[in-house]
């Protein structure tokens, strides 16, 4: 028998018994062509296939969970999606926001509009409100439920009740979050549908790809952005798409119209709304917030800056100037980043006196 003192300690694992992480093998062009792959099944005619990630992203208080609802049961039941032909398909939607009393109410009331009557098959849900945690934990188990059950698309919403502790605006912890929808997606072969929001700022300023708060991997991660920018008649949305499998469709204008939007073919889609007020003011802080730890190229700087506060490069490069002359910021190994600021104290009669008190 080996004593405590005879203990014998397991001899450490090289790195040549560490498991190793597999990747594909690599193939020839030939071989590859050789073998016809079929492209995944259309649900929503020019804007939407399965096997893949999709983002809505809009301003808030536009109808974004009615409009995901609207969709789910016009892909499950096989109607026509704003006059787009649609492939009927199991559906799954998973509530993290709305209380079961809420969710039934709207489904009801959308049903009803589109006189669908009260038995509709193809849709399943899972009600999660009280179970929003970090992506990391939920994933595995909801696409353990989702094993054998064939759904032609799932939507998650709203997205970040599984962000747990994670920064929309880091792109690393961004980009691993989005890794979780993508498995999701592929492991399920649906097409998973998200809401996103809007940045701050006039939407109509950018491009439909750069609207989007947060890091810029939502925009560079989703197979297809679908925006709803306000336009300038009230409860109207232009809506305008950036796709990998499809052709950019026209933008198009849909109208609020309880429960549901509807298609307003009369309304300019070129007409969106403008800010209303005096022309926005910049002050340096908001360049200096977006700087961090490992320091932004100037072209990162100038991008994030407009992502994040609107900023035009003309006001940009006026703004960096002052920070530059106030030495807030120094360039190092062409990246830009902030002095922290030094707090001096220099002691005064009073304190001198009570300091000597104190040590006596």
């Known amino acids: 028998m080996i004593g405590v003192s005879q203990a014998v300690e397991a001899p450490p694992i090289s790195d040549d018994d560490a498991p190793r992480f597999k990747l594909p093998p690599i193939v020839a062009l030939t071989d590859f062509l050789s073998v016809p792959i079929e492209l995944p099944e259309v649900l929503v005619a020019d804007l ?6 999709i983002m809505f992203t809009s301003g808030s208080k536009s109808y974004k969970t009615w409009m995901l609802l609207h ?16 492939t009927k398909g199991r559906v799954l939607f998973l509530n993290f926001e709305l209380s079961p009393a809420e969710l039934q109410s709207r489904l009801k009331a959308i049903a ?41 698309m799932i939507i998650p ?16 912890e961004m980009a691993d979050f989005l890794n979780h929808v993508s498995v999701l997606s592929e492991k399920t072969s649906a097409a998973v549908i998200y809401t996103h929001h809007f940045a701050k700022g ?16 939502f925009a560079r991660h989703a197979d297809a952005i679908i925006a709803l920018t306000p336009h300038k008649e009230d409860n109207a949305f232009v809506v305008e798409a950036e796709l990998r499998s499809f052709k ?33 003011m910049f002050d340096v802080q908001q360049i200096l917030d977006c700087l961090t730890e490992e320091g932004l190229t100037a072209g990162e700087w100038k991008a994030a800056a407009k992502s994040k506060h609107d900023v035009s ?24 980043f902030r002095i922290p600021t030094v707090v001096s104290f220099k002691p005064t009669a009073h304190t001198e006196n009570r300091n000597e008190g104190d040590a006596a």
């Not at 939407?48 to 990630?53: A, G, Q």
């Not at 919403?157 to 690393?172: K, L, T, V």
């Not at 006039?202 to 991997?217: L, T």
Request: with cysteine.
């Open 202 to 217: 006039n939407a109509a300023k950018k491009e439909p790809i750069d609207r989007a708060s947060g890091s810029g991997v």
């Open 48 to 53: 939407i296939r399965k096997d893949s990630v």
């Open 157 to 172: 919403d709203p997205i970040y009740c599984m962000m747990g502790e994670r920064n929309e605006n880091a792109a690393n």
């Open 71 to 86: 969709l789910a049961l016009c892909v499950s039941q096989g109607e026509p999606w704003f006059g787009r032909t649609v």
């Open 248 to 280: 950019r469709p026209a933008p198009f204008v849909i109208r609020w119209s309880y429960p549901t939007m509807e298609l307003a073919g009369e309304l300019d889609p070129t007409q969106l709304k403008k800010r209303a007020g005096r022309t926005r």
């Open 313 to 336: 490069a003309t006001t940009f490069y006026e703004l960096r100037a002052k920070v530059v002359a106030d030495r807030q910021v120094e360039e190092r190994d062409k990246k830009w």
């Open 112 to 152: 009803m509009t589109m006189s669908l009557g009260d038995d509709i098959t193809n849709f399943d849900i899972c009600n999660l409100r009280g179970h929003a945690t970090d992506i990391a934990k939920l994933m595995p188990e909801i696409i353990k439920q989702c094993e054998g059950q064939s759904y032609a």
